[in-house]
């Protein structure tokens, strides 16, 4: 948690909203505002909006809810002209140069999954037409009447979304041309080499990423050795810890047997065949929604 709040606060053109009624840590960035809510109010505040009866005993049932925020949460976001969703499993680069290089103004929604939502990091313009596109979903409400996660933000939405833009039904400009993110391809591939320094995420390489995706490493990560982190330069991130000082040697030695080789080659592959055939045949690329066939259309 606090090297999500850390990764925040080098942020400080963004407002991270974070509703919860459980106590996480002292440290409070200023950009960060911790907003105290009950599960019970929850319920009631998104009955209230919506009129979806549900009491979320399921946590991750709220990522269904995701595309429904910023109509939820309105009343938190009139001075805002964007409002995004995120996970807080991520470890945030220099987030603002990223949208400016892409001149995110000039978009309606931005993503970090190409021809599609990204739960991990979507921002929408503050519009009605987008905070309440979800319920032209069709059969919208079924993902809501059931307890368990359903997919409706990553599928659903985004393939319904995305289809309405293609067949010109819906006036809005969409930004997402590629992944942007380091998400679990390249967490594979290089298990032991990220660093954030500053505000900023490379890997042993000196490349760049917008974002660090911890995706299954919350599952393997250890220890988390994080030492004044109001005034923290800079950490390093593996698969099996986060620290901001040296790795004691038994880690390193296991992270020696980690090399990601076989991601590697694999990458490697698939890039040689894309090269193939969209250079060297000139095939042209599918346009279509990146979603799974199983959460395309609700029945």
């Known amino acids: 948690m606090d090297a999500f709040l850390r990764s925040c606060e080098c942020n400080p053109h963004v ?3 974070i509703f919860s009624d459980i106590k996480t840590s002292d440290y409070r ?17 998104i009955f209230h ?5 549900h009491t979320l005993e399921d946590p991750h049932k709220l990522c269904d809810f995701k595309p429904l925020y910023g109509h ?9 002209e964007y409002w995004g969703h995120c996970d807080m499993d991520v470890i945030w680069g220099d987030l603002f140069s990223f949208l400016n290089a892409i001149t995110f103004q000039h978009f309606d929604l931005v993503s970090t999954r190409p021809n599609a939502i990204s739960g991990h990091f979507t921002i929408y313009k503050n519009t009605q037409s987008l905070n309440l596109f979800y319920r ?7 993902a809501f009447n059931k307890p368990h996660y359903q997919g409706f933000d ?10 309405e833009v293609a067949n010109a039904n819906l006036n809005i400009k969409p930004y997402w041309e590629a992944r942007n993110c380091i998400d679990r391809a390249e967490l594979l591939r290089m298990p032991n080499g990220w660093y954030w320094k500053n505000g900023v995420i490379k890997n042993n390489w000196g490349q760049q990423g917008n974002y660090l995706h911890l995706i299954d490493w919350k599952k393997t990560l250890e220890v988390i050795e994080l030492s004044n982190v109001e005034a923290l330069q800079s950490f390093k991130i593996t698969h099996l810890g986060i620290w901001s000082k040296k790795i004691p040697w038994y880690y390193q030695k296991r992270m020696l047997l980690r090399t990601g080789a076989s991601h590697k080659w694999k990458f490697f592959k698939v890039r040689i065949k894309e090269f193939i055939k969209y250079k060297v045949m000139n095939m042209k690329r599918k346009h279509q929604a990146n979603v799974p066939l199983g959460y395309r259309i609700m029945k």
């Not at 960035?29 to 505040?45: E, M, R, W, Y």
């Not at 909006?49 to 009866?53: A, F, G, H, P």
């Not at 032209?136 to 079924?142: S, T």
């Open 72 to 80: 939820i949460f309105e009343d938190y976001l009139r001075e805002y």
């Open 136 to 142: 032209k979903v069709p059969n919208y409400l079924k």
């Open 49 to 53: 909006k919506t009129n979806i009866r």
């Open 15 to 17: 407002t991270w909203l």
């Open 29 to 45: 960035p200023g950009n960060v505002q911790f907003i105290d809510l009950k599960k019970a109010d929850l319920s009631a505040l």
């Open 154 to 163: 990553e599928g659903y939405f985004s393939y319904h979304l995305f289809n």
